[in-house]
């Protein structure tokens, strides 16, 4: 099982944030390989990744009004007719990693899931990295990855997430498929409380 960011995770990230249809592929090869040990590889990475394209996105003399104008564009371009992200969610992930990491204490982590990934993808879309620019954001992002994981804190997410590598539908809706550490894998993919887990591996709390 990987315990630092290999290549392929940087090459899944990379497709995704491509649009890249081989994503799929790879992700559920990864996924199949690795796991949840996997998953936490992947979470580390897409959280170090926010972060890095919030700072870039942003710059230091950023107002409120410019993330609540993102997170407007980010939930029109994903076509989030359904509300899937949160925009309070969305938009305190954003200081978080901008200014105060406590301002993402007490969010759920099903909406942070939402959130996050579709806010890198519109992210990185605005900064319109060339080939060139988009490998240096991936080693950037990859580095402090590795540091996270190599001390065992919590990413730039605000927590330590186990999260499942494949995400549904593509850019239309970027779900990453998340679900604490303590939840256990239901092989029915029936939940005895009927849970409604929008996750591929059936991940509950209640298992």
């Keep these: 099982m ?4 290999t290549d392929e995770y940087v090459e899944a990230l990379r497709l995704f944030l491509t ?3 081989a994503f799929e592929q790879l992700s559920s090869q990864l996924e199949e390989r690795d796991g949840r040990d996997g998953g936490n590889v992947y979470a580390a990475l897409v959280g170090m990744a926010f972060a890095v394209a919030a700072r870039r996105r942003f710059g230091p003399s950023y107002r409120s009004g410019d993330v609540i104008r993102l997170v407007a564009h980010a939930r029109t371009a994903l076509q989030d007719s359904s ?3 949160d925009p309070r969610t969305a938009e305190r992930m954003l200081r978080a990693v901008l200014c ?3 301002t993402a204490d007490g969010l759920g982590e099903q909406a942070r899931a939402l ?8 992210m990185v879309d605005q900064l319109g990295l060339s080939d060139s620019d988009l490998d240096a954001f991936l080693a950037e992002a990859c580095s402090l ?3 996270v994981l190599a001390e065992g804190r919590e990413d730039a997410n605000g927590y330590r997430q186990t999260a499942a590598l494949r995400l549904i539908g593509g850019r239309g809706q970027v779900l990453l498929h998340c679900h604490p550490p303590e939840w256990k894998v239901r092989s029915d993919r ?3 409380a009927g849970c409604q887990i929008p996750v591929a591996d059936s991940y509950c709390k209640h298992s």
């Excluded at 990987?2 to 960011?5: D, I, L």
């Excluded at 959130?115 to 519109?122: C, D, F, H």
Aim: one cysteine or more.
């Design 2 to 5: 990987p315990v630092t960011v």
């Design 19 to 21: 649009d890249d249809d």
């Design 83 to 85: 509300g899937d992200i």
């Design 100 to 102: 105060d990491n406590s």
């Design 115 to 122: 959130a996050i990934p579709a806010l890198l993808a519109v």
């Design 145 to 147: 990855a590795d540091r």
């Design 190 to 192: 029936n939940c005895p």
